[in-house]
């Protein structure tokens, strides 16, 4: 009989999510709009010090979204982080524009100001090559960095950037709930944030995420666009193509619940990471070297995935699959770091400024389990599993 699943990370209810389900039962409010969602709003807005929230379907309905309030068009070349999942990109194609891949740099894995800058002036200078062909000069018409994991991006140096071309940007915050830089939120940079609720992410609605930006017409617009574009008329009237990308009153209840719990998830996650860390360092004594994703002094990190190096070079030519298989025979779940999106079959072609840190990242990467509901006979399973391979 195999012993049970660990896994990456899995749902944390809190106990209170049920109580507001059930008075959107009782009250009737099984709608795309209602208390729950207003209320979960409201619980968002005062947990980034954005001014304000709109509750959607999906994290990526955020990112779609904001790119089209950025009128981003066929064409348009937009830039994004290449190390990350594919949600981050995917609305870029949505809206038939042209991502710009750009690596990351080895002290926070996320979006590398410099070749963020280079890519930009090809942008400009046309020097951009898409699918064999030459793109016109033109200036990028946003900027998507992501926090990894929930490890902050550089930025300050992001946004200074930004400014300097007057780009916007759309801050993918999806892992990054409760991280924060300077004691700034991450998801408040941008002239967008986006958030997650999925199923793995720290804390979750079944599925859900939210658009956040201290511009109230555009978080209102943001409203219109999401629930089919209707105009002020008493008949359906449209003068805009809409989506239905709204969150239900139900699944708000959800998020309602899980706001309550979300420090002590924090905690959970971050306690997590110690004690691998801790542990990391007794197998170096062993004459190993594993390394863990790296913090900026001035960052916080929810560490919502502790996310893990293995050269073989350092460490007896042990790979990340040699943990990974070891892990699975044992019914652990752990995943290797994202594959970059250059490299990914669906971006064949599209340009990418780099110089190979993502793609050694996921070369040698891999996330360990991580939920917030990890007990202390999980870690002891998953720590005997590693031991044995780090002999
Ligand atoms: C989860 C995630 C998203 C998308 O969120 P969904 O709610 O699943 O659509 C976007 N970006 C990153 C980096 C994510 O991890």
Redesign the pocket.
């Known amino acids: 009989m195999s012993k049970p699943k660990i896994w990456l990370s899995s749902p944390h209810m809190g106990g209170t999510e049920q109580k507001y389900v059930t008075e959107a039962f009782e009250t009737n409010w099984v709608a795309p709009l209602g208390p729950n969602v207003n209320g979960f709003e409201a619980d968002l807005q005062r947990y980034t010090g954005i001014s304000h929230a709109a509750a959607l ?7 779609h979204l904001s790119l089209i309030l950025l009128d981003v068009k066929p064409g348009d070349m937009v830039i994004c982080q290449s190390f ?5 990109a995917n609305p870029i194609a949505y809206q038939g524009a042209i991502p710009v891949f750009i690596d990351s740099e080895p002290d926070t894995w996320n979006m590398s100001p410099e070749q963020l800058e280079r890519a930009i002036l090809a942008c400009i200078n046309g020097e951009v090559m898409n699918k064999g062909m030459k793109m016109p000069p033109a200036l990028p018409k946003a900027i998507i960095p ?3 994991y929930g490890v902050p991006a550089k930025m300050d140096e992001i946004m200074q950037i930004a400014g300097k071309y007057n780009i916007p940007v759309i801050e ?4 990054a709930l409760g991280s924060s830089i300077g004691g700034r939120m991450c998801g408040s940079f941008g002239t967008f944030g ?5 199923g ?2 720290i804390i979750t609605t079944s ?3 939210a658009l956040i930006s201290n511009n109230s017409e555009a978080i209102a617009k943001a409203r219109f666009l999401a629930t089919q574009a209707r105009d002020n008329a008493p008949h359906y009237q449209h003068s805009h193509i809409g989506y239905n990308y709204r969150m239900s009153n139900i699944v708000a209840g959800i998020g309602r619940g899980q706001m309550e719990v979300l420090e002590d998830r924090i905690a959970a996650r971050r306690a997590n990471f110690a004690r691998y860390e801790k542990y990391f360092a007794e197998v170096a004594e062993r004459g190993y070297r594993v390394k863990l994703q790296p913090c900026q002094a001035d960052a916080f990190s929810n560490r919502w995935l502790t996310a893990i190096t293995i050269n073989p070079a350092e460490n007896k030519g042990i790979t990340r699959e040699t943990l990974r298989l070891a892990l699975e025979t044992e019914n652990i779940e752990s995943r290797p770091l ?1 594959k970059p999106m250059h490299l990914q079959p669906i971006f064949e072609d599209t340009p990418f400024f780099g110089d190979g840190t993502s793609e050694k990242l996921f070369e040698e990467g891999l996330c360990l389990p991580s939920g917030s509901n990890l007990s202390n006979e999980d870690f002891k399973r998953i720590t005997d599993i590693i031991d044995s391979v780090f002999k």
């Open positions: 379907s999906s994290g990526t309905a955020a990112i990350t999942f594919s949600a981050s992501v926090h990894l993918d915050a999806a892992e986006i958030l997650s609720f999925n793995n992410k599925g859900g995420g994202w």
